[in-house]
């Protein structure tokens, strides 16, 4: 692989190196250090010309001689990281907002890309030999551009017109360059040295959790949540299961952005919050704080707080629950003021996990306040802003978010689509609703997971009936979380949740608390995961998203890392299905020394071997 660095001929890197290039009045001042297995690359910006300049997109590196397949990432964590083998179509993402009457935005911050044919990779881009990310997205948007002719990446950033004044100098986010044939090393390392710049501080989540949305979506009703609250009492007394958290979703409030205010179905959030912990739970809450509808109080009361277009109007950001959605000014000190005391108030209800939606709205491009910064400056102001309104003791989980932006505010990140009571692996891969692809992000975004924040897979739906999920479905929806260790946190009329549904969450329990570890192999459809360190197990298992029958090789390295044994290399998984294998995990420490019994229980296609 040959470096490129715009303004200079190609070079190969064997040490540290500085350089120079000016360029459109611009000082680019690089310096390039090695990593083990690769190189950092530092860029500053000086403005050396007697007038401001306003920055917009640039290259801060090219690399090349690389080819596909590629693993492409988007910037929200409704969309995916997958494996692409040629550069994706734009015009389906097109069309499909254009068929929803919807934006791009929730797709990308820079949608003219998409409208010149150009599909990015944001913040960071691999195949099996490489991987180049930045570390952050604090000013600009990074992202990745891929031409196939001449077998070039391109890192570029978007800075959105930001003004340099003269002498002024910008510190560009920091890129990485890894190289390896094991692509999850490059990826847990890449999240490493993410890790390692920012410094983020979170919280575990301890439990199970319970949410209305994926039974009662916005036909949930007080009634409906009491009784929920009472039947996961009950479970929680009488079958031991540590349900810790009760959290309403959408369908509570008058509109969106009256979030204060809640509508007929419902009493007032204090009363919410007080039925939920009085039977011994935390009472969460779902909102989506930089969304405002067109038919809000708050949009009529208010139309100077929001993000205006060319012409002067609110921007629109996206549409969603048959209405019109406009973004807030997140440069406004005024919608940050209101954003502290709505965050203040829903605390002190007595909310003490809170799930910010819809997010990307904040960093929308548009017409701000403050025209000196950018909208991911102004998406960060809002999320410091919530962050520090709630203090440390309320959990808060962000989602449908740009995601390097996010890092070091919320404590756990949804990192996938929403999962849908149908499998849903006909539907375009495009954020929308599906199980199949919700799962399918738990695996290729594992790597973030007590790096960066605590991976959101979404929720295990277990009930028997309202679902069109099979039992294979539902269970590998379910042991996937518990292998990743991620939080699990259940959506069900629990009165529809029969014993089949309870032995795959106690199976799912059984398997939390390790180190996972992840292989991909060449199709994007088939993922070995390895577990280490499990409360009472380690495990290795085979998971099969596509629709046929597939015969799998386990890495030798998933054995070794997991410490299991496997009578047979190569093993048969049948379509939307795991093949999983467990031992207790303190036979594994043991087993070099003492003979002991594999208590092992093999579960295959969800049959006990």
């Not at 501080?201 to 409906?224: A, L, R």
């Not at 609110?314 to 919608?335: G, H, Q, T």
């Not at 809002?382 to 890092?407: N, Q, W």
């Not at 398997?511 to 577990?531: K, N, Q, S």
Request: net charge negative.
């Amino acid at each position: 692989m040959r470096v490129q660095i715009p303004g200079m001929i190609d070079f190969e890197i064997d040490g540290q190196l500085k350089t120079k290039v000016v360029s459109a009045g611009l000082e680019f001042n690089y310096k390039l250090n090695i990593l083990d297995s690769g190189y950092l690359i530092n860029l500053s910006l000086t403005n050396i010309e007697t007038v401001p300049i306003k920055l917009s997109s640039f290259t801060v590196a090219k690399f090349a001689d690389l080819d596909f397949p590629f693993y492409f990432n988007n910037w929200g964590s409704w969309y995916p990281f997958r494996l692409y083998e040629r550069i994706p179509d734009t015009k389906q993402v097109i069309a499909f907002a254009q068929s929803t009457k919807t934006t791009l935005f929730s797709a990308t911050p820079i949608p003219e890309l998409f409208n010149i044919d150009i599909f990015p990779s944001d913040y960071f881009i691999a195949n099996k030999g490489f991987l180049a990310g930045f570390l952050d997205s604090k000013v600009s948007h990074p992202y990745f551009t891929i031409d196939e002719t001449t077998k070039t990446v391109e890192a570029r950033i978007e800075l959105f017109g930001k003004p340099l004044q003269p002498g002024e100098t910008i510190e560009i986010e920091p890129l990485v360059v890894f190289h390896s044939d094991k692509l999850n090393r490059m990826l847990e390392n890449y999240a490493e040295k993410i890790k390692d710049y920012k410094k983020p501080v979170f919280k575990e989540f301890e439990g199970i959790g319970w949410c209305s949305w994926y039974h009662y979506f916005t036909d949930i009703t007080f009634e409906e949540l009491k009784k929920n609250v009472e039947l996961l009492a009950n479970l929680r007394e009488e079958r031991g299961l540590p349900y810790t958290l009760v959290q309403l979703d959408d369908g509570y409030q008058k509109d969106i952005g009256d979030w204060l205010e809640t509508n007929e179905k419902f009493p007032s959030l204090e009363e919410i919050a007080n039925e939920i912990s009085g039977k011994g739970f935390i009472p969460g809450l779902w909102l989506a704080p930089f969304c405002v509808s067109e038919t809000s109080d708050l949009f009529k009361e208010h139309p100077e707080w929001f993000v205006k277009d060319s012409s002067g109007n609110p921007k629109r950001a996206f549409r969603n629950w048959e209405k019109n959605i406009y973004a807030l000014d997140l440069s406004n000190k005024e919608v940050l003021d209101f954003l502290k005391d709505l965050m203040t108030k829903t605390k002190k209800a007595g909310f003490r996990y809170i799930k910010i939606d819809f997010l990307f709205a904040g960093a929308i491009p548009g017409i701000r306040q403050d025209k000196d910064i950018t909208p991911i400056e102004a998406y960060v102001k809002g999320l410091e802003t919530i962050r520090k309104a709630l203090g440390d003791d309320v959990y808060l989980l962000g989602c449908g978010a740009p995601l390097l932006p996010s890092i070091g505010y919320v404590d756990a990140m949804r990192i996938g689509p929403d999962t849908a009571p149908v499998w849903g692996g006909e539907l375009p891969d495009l954020g929308i609703p599906s199980a199949k692809y919700s799962i399918r992000n738990a695996l290729t975004r594992y790597f973030m997971h007590k790096r960066l924040w605590i991976n959101d897979p979404d929720t295990p739906i277990l009930r028997s009936q309202a679902v069109k999920l099979s039992d294979n479905e539902k269970g590998l929806f379910s042991y996937v979380c518990g292998l990743l260790d991620n939080p699990v946190i259940e959506s069900d009329d629990m009165s529809l949740v029969d014993d089949k549904g309870i032995e795959i969450l106690n199976r799912t329990l059984s398997l939390m608390g390790g180190r996972p570890r992840v292989y991909f192999d060449d199709t994007g459809e088939i993922f070995t995961v390895a577990v280490k360190g499990g409360k009472e197990k380690n495990s290795v298992a085979i998971i099969n998203l596509s629709d046929e029958k597939a015969k799998v090789k386990i890495p030798e390295e998933a054995l070794s890392w997991s410490g299991v044994s496997v009578g047979k290399m190569e093993v048969e998984v049948e379509p939307r299905s795991i093949f999983l294998k467990s031992v207790p995990s303190v036979a594994v420490e043991l087993k070099k020394t003492v003979e002991y019994k594999d208590d092992e229980r093999q579960v295959n296609y969800y049959e006990e071997a």
